[in-house]
């Protein structure tokens, strides 16, 4: 998820960057995919939105 080039460093955004992260990561792991890994994954959120939907659960 690019956390490297990541330029969030003042306040509070850092850690709600972070949060935001482990919630996204979180619901990749629970997703109903078999065969495909975290990056497949997260490649298929962004090009579907019907898998986004199933993912957050709408």
């Not at 850690?15 to 996204?24: I, K, L, Q």
């Not at 997703?31 to 993912?55: C, V």
Request: charged content about 20%.
């Amino acid at each position: 998820m690019n956390e490297d080039a990541c330029r969030v460093r003042k306040n509070h955004a850092p850690e709600n960057t972070a949060a935001m992260r482990h919630t996204v990561l979180k619901l990749l792991r629970q997703g109903e995919s078999t065969n495909n890994g975290l990056k497949t994954k997260l490649l298929l959120a962004t090009w579907e939105i019907s898998y986004l939907q199933t993912l957050i659960g709408i």
